[in-house]
């Protein structure tokens, strides 16, 4: 059974305590403040209650629903004893550490910006692996764009809500087209995202005839996993 954790951190925190403050304000204005047209009255309880309910799901996706979500993603990817598995923009080693747990030889690669999850490092990320008991993973400090690894170095790559970070269309066309440079012949890539997904089709089209997409409901947000197996 999955737990809430905030071991891997809260993703984009600061929407989070923007949504969930915006919304306590309101609910202090309608309580102590005597509002005479009707109309506005119930704008603003919506108002209200719609960042209230954001500002939750986005906690609770942070605590609960990711790592549950992780096993769809892993699963998609064959994770097996062995394997050889690249994650790319891996924070704090929500799917690393989960592979590595499942035997595969990981290599987790990031930048860490904490300005896209809470308490985001190196650190934090091998703290994790001492908590989890992980065996070794191996950690790199890198840009998706310009991966340090010669072509074909591995036989799954995994890359969860990071794309769309990168500025512009250009880099994400790069960063993509890096990972499947790395990626050996008969090796899956899977893409998890939720902005600019379109783009990624498109170009893992290109690329491949054996693309799968599958679209989620119960991330925040919305979500989309593209499957592509290179031939």
Not at 36 to 41: A, V
Not at 94 to 117: C, E, H
Request: proline share 2%.
């Amino acid at each position: 059974m999955t737990r809430f954790s905030l071991k891997y951190g809260i993703d984009a925190p600061q929407w989070v305590a923007l949504q969930l403050a915006f919304g306590a304000l309101l609910l202090v204005l309608l309580s102590t403040v005597e509002i005479p047209w009707l109309w506005l009255q119930v704008y603003l309880i919506a108002v209200t209650a719609a960042a209230l309910v954001i500002g939750s799901w986005m906690l609770l996706y942070s605590t609960w629903i990711k790592l549950w979500h992780r096993r769809v993603i892993l699963g998609e990817a064959g994770v097996r004893s062995g394997q050889r598995l690249l994650d790319v923009g891996t924070g704090r080693g929500l799917l690393a550490i989960s592979a590595a747990a499942l035997g595969a030889q990981v290599t987790a690669l990031d930048k860490w910006s904490a300005r896209d999850l809470s308490g985001n490092g190196q650190q934090a990320l091998e703290l994790n692996c001492r908590l989890e008991g992980t065996p070794q993973i191996r950690v790199m400090d890198g840009e998706a764009q310009r991966l340090p690894f010669a072509d074909k170095s591995f036989d799954a790559v995994v890359s969860h809500f990071v794309v769309h970070n990168i500025g512009s269309a250009d880099d994400r066309e790069l960063a993509i087209l890096e990972m499947w440079r790395v990626l050996r012949t008969g090796g899956v890539l899977v893409l998890s995202d939720f902005g600019k997904t379109k783009e990624y089709e498109q170009l893992l089209a290109s690329l491949t005839s054996d693309l799968k997409i599958r679209r989620f409901w119960y991330t925040f947000p919305f979500s989309k996993l593209l499957v592509a197996t290179k031939k």
